[in-house]
């Protein structure tokens, strides 16, 4: 049952608040946020059942699918490893972790080695899983050599960023841009259109973060070398004793299952290790258990009977069996977010342990298995060396990596991953075949061709991202159709177009920079683009630039850690505090924000 027309404007102004509070506030998982308003709005009839689903039959979100697939395909070849190891040493392959260390030069140079090979790979795929690829052997990188990981990542993320906004495929938000166009009656963005304003950003805004991010950024220390340094201060390795305490008993009848403040990590028996450990694991004699906990826990467990020290070292040691280490960003949308390891059965789970939690720059102490949760949490877990290819591409984490800088699974196939993926890019470029079917022929390819199997394929797809671009059309349309696009223009963005189009087009570009840090860019876009167009048509002035300002903008997000993936994937590993953030990206959101008014207006005639 529709509501009476003129309760129309009314109730997508209610939506679009509740909508944009709800995504600050993280109440629910953004495709949720944007589906639910949707639903809302078509019941009230501000919009009807086609202007809904039109979203779903838009190609943006399947070409974002589909690109999915691909930069996945990249991902799992390595094809871009030899680019960071040429970057951070000057070599061709990988460092050997035994090698004597060569001589490297200043933070600024190695930066400027490695931001504009990263920048350029982000032209072309997906920005996440670049920087997901990137996170452990940069990281292993600078553990050896003494530096501190936190002024290089931030820089990559943000190099990411710059260089997806330089063509369509780089970043989903300009797939849904041009979109949004094709809905407006408009022809979609070209391959390259977004080039002349995006690249001179790009060009000059890795530079300045190659110079700037050694100076903003402190030196912090990532959940890696925390968890290395500090370990031996709240680790110990004890042996079970012969007798009747503990031989023979379980791990939970020995009340060894609920410790206050420590928690049992593994069992050393023999040749092999146990971990996770099951409550109702047998103990043996000459047991060699791993506590992990607060250092005045671990040294409570002196006084239980049947146990004694060992000085058989400490977890560090365990690297060179079946298990390893892993990092793993907890995602937004995942099942662990709200929730404790202990309610949810972690170990269980997931079979692995978790030993340490990284949140805003600290590792959380305590009783790790009654706190609860946020989205960016970083646990670094003991598991078997198959838990990556397990869980990378679920809905539970952003980002799970090998803590010891492990090579990606498939090197032989990553130049035919390439040629394929370049020929996609020249083919829309050249407007012989376009960006949709190119994408999902690559996508296909990668599947028969068996460098990815189908089930990996389907696991790529991130759908919260999917649905969040499909339910977004419709909610931009009811921004539209209600008057709240031509509300906005008449009392927000009409004030400043009275000093000329490009006053207008700055104060849009504002509304969206702000915007894409507190929501995601995807939703930015959308929110502001029906109010963009609705300003150029009352100003009398193409929209087209005025539709690019916003893709570029939207994805100008170098402010906070929560408007953009990529920017969240490296907050816990590098060390991070929320403030960094505006620290190093402060000077690069200015930039960006005077040369897209400046390059749109010369260049389009706004």
């Known amino acids: 049952m529709s509501l009476p027309a003129e309760f129309a404007l009314p109730l997508t102004m209610l939506v679009v608040v509740g909508i944009v509070a709800a995504l600050i506030r993280d109440w629910a998982p953004a495709s949720l946020c944007m589906f639910g308003g949707l639903i809302v709005l078509l019941l009230g009839g501000v919009i009807d059942t086609s202007q809904a689903l039109a979203g779903f039959a838009n190609p943006a979100p399947l070409t974002v699918a589909a690109l999915f697939v691909v930069a996945r395909a990249v991902e799992k070849t390595g094809a871009i490893h030899p680019l960071v190891s040429r970057a951070l040493d000057g070599s061709r392959g990988a460092a050997q972790p035994d090698a004597a260390p060569p001589t490297t030069p200043s933070d600024p140079v190695v930066l400027a080695r490695l931001l504009f090979p990263v920048a350029a790979a982000s032209t072309l795929l997906n920005n996440t899983p670049i920087v997901a690829m990137l996170i452990s052997p940069i990281t292993t990188w600078a553990e050896r050599r003494g530096r501190s990981v936190s002024r290089y990542l931030m820089p990559v993320s943000f190099a990411t960023i710059l260089g997806g906004m330089v063509t369509l495929i780089g970043t989903s938000t300009n797939l849904v841009v041009s979109g949004l166009l094709v809905s407006a009656g408009q022809a979609p963005l070209g391959m390259f259109e977004l080039t002349p304003v995006a690249l001179p950003i ?61 928690f049992l990590a593994w069992i050393r028996r023999g040749d092999g290790v146990l971990s996770p450990v099951a409550p109702d694991e047998q103990l043996q004699e000459g047991d060699r258990l791993g506590f992990v906990g607060s250092v005045d826990r671990v040294v409570d467990l002196q006084a239980m009977r049947g146990l004694r020290s060992s000085e058989l070292g400490h977890l560090d040691a365990l690297g060179a069996g079946s298990l390893g280490f892993f990092e793993a960003v907890v995602a937004p949308i995942s099942p662990l977010v709200g929730t404790t390891l202990k309610a949810i ?47 990378r591409d679920r809905r539970d984490f ?18 035919f991953v390439v040629t394929a993926s370049l020929a996609v890019v020249l083919l829309a ?29 389907r696991n790529a797809v991130d759908l919260e991202v999917i649905l969040l671009i499909a339910a977004a059309f419709g909610v931009g349309t009811a921004i539209e159709t209600s008057g709240l696009a031509q509300l906005v223009v008449d009392w927000a963005i009409e004030p400043a177009a009275q000093l000329g189009p490009v006053a207008g087009l700055t104060a849009v570009v504002l509304v969206t920079v702000a915007l894409t840090e507190l929501i995601s860019n995807n939703a930015a876009a959308v929110l502001v683009f029906p109010i963009a167009m609705a300003s150029a048509q009352s100003l009398g002035v193409d929209p087209r630039p005025w539709a690019i300002a916003i893709a570029l903008s939207a994805s100008a997000s170098f402010l906070t850690p929560i408007g953009y993936q990529t920017n969240a994937l490296v907050y816990g590993p590098g060390g991070y505090r929320f403030r960094d953030y505006a620290s190093l990206g402060l000077p690069l959101t200015l930039l960006t924000v005077i040369m897209i008014v400046l390059l749109s207006a010369r260049g389009f005639g706004a």
Do not use: C
Request: hydrophobic letters at 45%; proline letters at 6%; aromatic letters at 6%.
């Open 429 to 457: 470029a050249f407007g012989l075949v376009p960006i949709l079917e190119g994408s999902l022929l690559a996508a296909l390819i990668f599947v028969l061709g068996g460098v990815l199997t189908p089930n990996e394929a």
């Open 202 to 262: 790009a060009l000059i805004g890795l530079p300045l973060l190659a110079i700037s991010a050694p100076r903003l950024l402190p030196p912090r220390r990532g959940l890696r070398e925390q968890f290395t340094s500090e370990m031996r201060e709240y680790s110990m390795e004890m042996v079970v004793l012969p007798g009747p305490d503990l031989v023979g008993k379980s791990v939970a009848d020995a009340g060894l299952r609920h410790l206050d403040g420590v």
């Open 398 to 415: 952003l980002l799970v990596s090998h803590a010891d800088g492990a090579l990606p699974v498939s090197p032989g196939k990553a130049r």
């Open 345 to 391: 059965d972690f170990r269980e789970r997931y079979q692995a342990s978790v030993l340490a939690i990284h949140r805003s720059g600290q590792r959380l102490d305590g009783k790790l298995g009654e706190r609860e949760l946020e989205a960016g949490d970083t646990l670094l877990l003991l598991a078997d060396r198959g838990f990556r290819e397990r869980w």
